[in-house]
């Protein structure tokens, strides 16, 4: 998904001539971090609620707080993970989008970011959850996928971090079935190195007392 697609049209947007306190009342309206200003339909940077305050006079044109103004944003073209980045960089609530000749297109805010990136990982898929620490040398996508795919289950998403100042990598696996004690067992036997998992255990307990009754049920 393109940032464009994720363009919030409900935050407004400020003019130079506009006020500190106008922009500070739109702030709180909107409880956002930062406004966007433009001139002439040109992305010109985005003020903060901070800067804003520290202003002499709320009747003060905003243009008095150019030297202030957060230049950066990101393009209209661009994956919407390049939004995810924007705001751990910056700290703020909105991401500005632009196009190539700089003229602004609109925000991202951080709710919308959020329902996205949740959507991409699958966290609103039922399934369970293995996290694993292997060595780098030790990461191959094909093993991991065809011991999951062996005990007829998908992975749903797939996330690497590696540990500062080693080799070491987290792999956190999203699948697309509850019932994971036989790929835990599994991904044991070829030694990787379990340290989380998360299923519902509800579900295991389901399995396991059908399966007795069952086996009353044959003994009667």
């Not at 400020?14 to 309206?29: E, H, P, T, Y």
Request: aromatic share 8%; proline share 2%; net charge negative.
């Amino acid at each position: 998904m393109l940032t464009a697609e994720l363009i919030n049209t409900n935050i407004p947007r400020l003019q130079l001539q506009d006020s500190v306190g106008k922009a500070l009342r739109l702030i709180n309206d909107y409880r956002v971090t930062h406004l966007p200003v433009i001139n002439d339909e040109k992305y010109l940077g985005m003020i903060s609620e901070d800067d804003l305050l520290d202003a002499y006079d709320e009747k003060t044109g905003v243009e008095s707080l150019q030297e202030h103004f957060v230049h950066d944003s990101v393009k209209d073209n661009v994956h919407f993970l390049t939004a995810v980045n924007y705001i751990s960089l910056h700290e703020t609530s909105i991401v500005p989008v632009i196009t190539s000749s700089n003229a602004f297109v609109g925000v991202i805010t951080v709710p919308d970011l959020l329902k996205t990136l949740a959507a991409f990982s699958g966290s609103n898929e039922l399934g369970g959850i293995i996290v694993m620490d292997m060595e780098r040398s030790q990461f191959a996508v094909s093993q991991i996928s065809r011991i999951v795919e062996s005990n007829d289950a998908v992975i749903l998403h797939l996330n690497t971090t590696r540990h500062p100042d080693s080799e070491i990598l987290t792999v956190t696996l999203h699948l697309n079935k509850q019932e994971i004690t036989g790929i835990i067992a599994a991904f044991e036997r070829y030694e990787y190195n379990v340290i989380y998992t998360f299923f519902d255990e509800k579900f295991e307990d389901n399995i396991d007392t059908n399966y007795r009754h069952l086996m009353n049920y044959l003994d009667i």
